[in-house]
């Protein structure tokens, strides 16, 4: 079973900074098959990024996502309030769908 | 517009049962897989289940195999998840979620917070 790691755990920054987040494999992944969530407080995950790099619909074009193989990268370019969250990569394979364990987004 | 709406969760014991249901409205649910997620207060996000729109793929989380039964209605625009022999890990918020080509859920339902505990 693939196991995702995200890092940092917690990263405090402030608006109008820049986030780079990150997702590393145990293996290597199909880039159609990972993907990123946010998840406020009391609320449901939102997906973000699809297929690596496709923002989903209605996601300001300010987040972005990269990588392929075990190295995957979400990018925040200028961090708006409501962009402080908690954020997972997700990948599937091999019947088994697998979430990173988050990396929060605190205001500094 | 896409919606999910779980319900049926509550305080069991342990060694209990439950049944959670999603409803979906918005879109044709029989077009669709879907999984179930569920979130441990205060933790991360955790797979655990998936099946095919004609529900002829099934699959479970290790941590929930042979004491959980995914099934749908899709006449009734349903999915379920029959939950046996609760145990205090099962504590969580049960999400279900719509699944796309490639594996990502592009839409999530509430949640409903299921509780093990005597």
């Known amino acids: 079973e693939i196991v995702l790691t995200q890092s940092p755990g917690t990263l405090s920054l402030s608006p109008g900074e820049r986030a780079t987040l990150s997702c590393r494999a145990s293996?290597?992944?199909?880039?159609?098959?990972l993907a990123w969530y946010q998840q406020k407080p009391g609320q449901a995950p939102r997906l973000l990024i699809y297929?690596?790099?496709s923002r989903a619909t209605g996601i300001p074009d300010r987040f972005s996502g990269s990588g392929s193989g075990t190295d995957f990268t979400l990018t925040i370019s200028r961090l708006e309030p409501e962009d402080f969250a908690v954020y997972y990569c997700?990948?599937?394979?091999?019947?088994?769908?697998?979430f990173g364990q988050g990396t929060k987004l605190e205001m500094k | 517009e896409v919606q999910l709406v779980e319900s049926g969760g509550g305080l069991v014991q342990p060694g209990g049962s439950l049944r959670l249901s999603c409803a979906a409205s918005?879109?044709?649910?029989?077009?669709?897989?879907m999984n179930w997620v569920r979130q441990a207060p205060g933790k991360g996000l955790e797979w655990v289940s998936y099946?095919?729109?004609?529900?002829?793929?099934?699959y479970y989380a290790d941590s929930v195999k042979g004491r959980f039964t995914i099934s749908r209605d899709n006449a009734k625009n349903s999915l379920y998840l029959q939950m046996n022999s609760l145990r205090a890990e099962d504590t969580a918020v049960y999400y279900c979620?719509?699944?796309?080509?490639?594996?990502?859920?592009?839409?999530w339902g509430q949640g409903t917070l299921v509780t093990v505990s005597s």
């Open positions: 997700q990948q599937y394979g091999s019947s088994v769908y697998t």
């Open positions: 293996q290597s992944v199909s880039s159609s098959s």
């Open positions: 979620a719509r699944v796309r080509l490639g594996g990502y859920l592009d839409y």
């Open positions: 297929g690596a790099s």
């Open positions: 918005g879109f044709t649910l029989s077009s669709y897989s």
């Open positions: 099946i095919s729109s004609s529900s002829s793929t099934i």
